[in-house]
């Protein structure tokens, strides 16, 4: 068997609660080889209700190496009828252009919960799970 043979890892990392009208970037953490992101969850610790007039968007990023980087490698929308249960994984959407989710080994990946509109919704917090394909 090759040295290069498919390997999936999972980066899982809690994150802060954010009150209404607050936002939260955080670290997630390096990519450990170069490679695709093949998923993305979020499990907060308790549910998170969307809704249309106050809502929050869940986003992760791809920073690169020197941490600036603005790449959008997932993003979620928490609008009405779009929930997250507690203690359960909802899937962040992976972006729909192939190079947004292409890591190379050592780039940065950030969570981002932002609130939208008025005081958007509070968020509960909890884990986020990247999935990381090696090419």
Same mark, same amino acid.
Not at 122 to 130: I, K, N, Q, R
């Given at each position: 068997m090759s040295m290069k043979a498919p390997l999936v890892t999972t980066i899982r990392v809690p994150v802060a609660a954010v009150i209404?009208? +607050?936002?939260?970037? +955080?670290?997630? %953490?390096?990519?450990?080889?170069?490679g695709t992101?093949? %998923?993305?969850?979020?499990?907060?610790? +308790?549910?998170?209700? %969307?809704?249309?007039?106050n809502s929050r968007t869940a986003n992760v990023y791809n920073r690169g190496q020197a941490g600036a980087g603005t790449t959008v490698v997932?993003?979620?929308?928490?609008?009405? @009828?779009?929930?997250a249960p507690a203690n359960d994984g909802t899937d962040?959407?992976? +972006? @729909?252009t192939g190079a947004n989710l292409v890591v190379a080994q050592g780039d940065a990946?950030?969570?981002?919960?932002?609130?939208?509109g008025g005081t958007g919704l509070?968020?509960? %917090? @909890?884990?986020?799970?990247?999935d990381i394909t090696r090419s």
């Open positions: 209404a009208a +607050s936002d939260l970037t +955080s670290p997630i %953490g390096i990519a450990p080889f170069a992101v093949t %998923g993305v969850r979020y499990i907060p610790t +308790s549910v998170l209700t %969307g809704a249309d007039t997932a993003s979620k929308a928490f609008t009405a @009828g779009v929930n962040i959407t992976l +972006s @729909g990946l950030d969570w981002e919960s932002l609130h939208v509070a968020d509960p %917090g @909890g884990l986020v799970e990247v």
